[in-house]
């Protein structure tokens, strides 16, 4: 029996939501885009201008097209970790309550594309750099000069990176609202369910 791919969250549920309202010519050229970058490094399926434009078309915010095509490339990213065949990947999708047309359009790209993404990815595997360490630091913003009163909590948080064959560290700051720390979150207990899911 094929392990279980996928773990039903409320950021999947909503993603669903999405991919079911698109045209699945149009989630063709999507899923066909982000196979091609996959797995290369430092390389986005498509550029802020495309992403803009992708908006527009598709009738979605900037948030929900980043759900849409992370759910996506999640997607293959899975089928290509487990070396899934079509009728796998079709049957799991399907108990995300993806439409039939859908799934069998995301089954055909990957059926088209699976060889060389699983070449790609045995070559250069999944992780250039490792995370060695983590530090964080909380600051509240409490006026302006147009703002008597305010309260805006933001969180600085850096990441340590290292590659195997460098010593040296990379150091990474990120600066995040509340909101988008939340969002963060979100994303992060997304991959610990998926990865859970993984090692059952």
């Known amino acids: 029996m094929a392990a279980f791919m996928f773990t039903v969250t409320p ?3 909503k993603a669903v939501s999405l ?3 698109i045209e699945k010519s149009k989630i063709s050229l999507l899923l066909t885009r982000i196979l091609s970058k996959l797995y290369i490094v430092e390389s986005r399926p498509f550029t802020d201008e495309e992403e803009e434009k992708l908006q527009g078309a598709l ?3 900037s ?3 980043e759900l849409v095509l992370q759910t996506l490339e999640f997607f293959v990213q899975q089928a290509a970790y487990h070396s899934a065949k079509p009728q796998v990947l079709s049957t799991q999708l399907k108990e ?3 439409d039939d047309d859908k799934v069998d359009c995301i ?3 990957w059926t088209n594309g699976a060889y060389g993404v699983i070449n790609r990815l045995k070559s250069k595997g999944l992780a250039c750099k490792k995370l060695e360490d983590i530090n964080w630091r909380l600051n509240l913003q409490l006026a302006q000069s147009t703002k008597v009163k305010l309260k805006a909590p933001n969180t600085l948080l850096e990441l340590a990176l290292k590659s195997d064959d460098d010593e040296s560290k990379e150091r990474i700051r990120l600066d995040f609202s509340h909101e988008e ?3 963060f979150y979100q994303q992060l207990e997304t991959i610990q369910q998926q990865l ?3 090692f059952k």
């Open 11 to 13: 950021s999947i549920q």
């Open 19 to 21: 991919i079911n309202n």
């Open 59 to 61: 009738g979605v915010s």
């Open 63 to 65: 948030e929900e097209l």
């Open 96 to 98: 995300l309550q993806i």
């Open 107 to 109: 089954a055909e790209v």
């Open 181 to 183: 720390l939340y969002q």
């Open 196 to 198: 859970d899911t993984l």
